[in-house]
């Protein structure tokens, strides 16, 4: 049974930070291309942050400068490091594995919330 866990949200501050976990279980994690998602009320789900099984990452250019996505392969675990937080970044944040070479393997986690507010 696959699963992705998400962990790490909650509520902080303009220009705080937050890191968000994703562990995964049931997958061979290394072949996996992991993405960030969010989706804020009322608004389309938007890729954030993608890491290859090799390590290249990709970002939207929201959030180019301020988050950096990372991954553990030794411990099945994506992590985002979201620093200088907006209320425009306030969304829920998925997870989400893609294998490498056969796309049909796609799995999404739960969800996250992350609010940005004072």
């Known amino acids: 049974q696959v699963q992705l866990v998400e962990s790490g949200g909650g509520l902080v501050q303009p220009g705080g930070s937050l890191r968000l976990s994703c562990a995964a279980s049931?997958?061979?994690?290394?072949?996996?291309?992991m993405d960030w998602y969010r989706q804020a009320p009322g608004k389309q789900r938007e890729l954030v942050a993608s890491?290859?099984?090799?390590?290249?990452?990709n970002y939207a250019d929201s959030v180019k400068g301020r988050f950096t996505i990372s991954r553990d392969n030794a411990k099945n675990t994506v992590y985002l490091q979201m620093n200088s937080l907006k209320p425009e970044d306030t969304a829920v944040y998925y997870c989400n594995g893609k294998h490498s070479s056969f796309l049909q393997y796609d799995y999404w986690g739960q969800g996250t919330q992350v609010t940005v507010s004072s």
């Open positions: 890491i290859t099984s090799g390590g290249g990452t």
């Open positions: 049931g997958i061979i994690f290394s072949r996996y291309v």
